[in-house]
């Protein structure tokens, strides 16, 4: 994940006029079928501008949840840490409501040849939670490997969430789905800490 508030300001430009071209291919096919130079000519740019910010289509796609979908965190964190408590069910309505807003870039990603891709970008969201959820518990996980568990444990079954949201569960609401996952997540989490 890249920080975009560290990059250069023509940078920034650059990977976002990028991001809107994909997401302008990706309303008439799906990514399988775009092509890097595609891109690159929808944003005006060359194959080398494409290839100096991302290494793949998958990359740019999954940068877009970076700087649009995944923010979220560090606004539930801030919260968090301010208050000296974890709210798991306003963090994962939270979570819901913004992918809710963007579900056609959530049928995208899920779309993606490798999901392991879409995955290490939600451990990279759940990791800060349990991390905070460590800070502010006074039992705190001591077992690392443990820790690890929960990590894994969480990102799979928000990933799972995900998918059966977009292809069974599209009557669901962000509230729905996001109060389902802090039940299931929270007890488990709860116990181990």
């Not at 740019?45 to 990359?59: G, L, V």
């Not at 649009?68 to 819901?96: R, S």
């Not at 990102?155 to 799972?160: F, Q, W």
Request: aromatic share 10%; glycine share 4%; with cysteine.
């Amino acid at each position: 994940m890249v920080n975009k508030n560290k990059l250069d300001p023509r940078v920034r430009r650059t990977r976002k006029l990028l991001q809107d071209a994909l997401i302008e291919l990706l309303h008439k096919r799906p990514i399988s079928k775009i092509q890097i130079k595609e891109i690159a000519q929808q944003a005006d740019m060359s194959r080398h501008a494409f290839y100096s910010n991302f290494e793949t289509k998958e990359d740019l796609l999954l940068s877009y949840c970076d700087d649009v979908i995944f923010p979220i965190q560090q606004e539930a964190f801030g919260k968090a840490l301010a208050a000296d408590y974890l709210d798991l069910e306003e963090i994962n309505i939270a979570m819901f409501s913004h992918w809710e807003e963007h579900r056609d870039v959530l049928l995208w990603v899920m779309e993606m040849d490798n999901n392991s891709l879409f995955l290490n970008r939600l451990r990279g969201y759940v990791e800060p939670i349990v991390h905070v959820m460590e800070q502010l518990e006074t039992d705190t996980i001591n077992d690392n490997q443990m820790q690890h568990f929960l990590v894994e444990y969480i990102t799979g079954g928000i990933y799972m969430l995900l998918r059966y949201w977009v292809y069974e569960g599209k009557h669901l609401t962000h509230l729905d789905i996001g109060k389902a996952s802090c039940r299931l997540t929270s007890g488990s989490a709860l116990s181990i800490i």
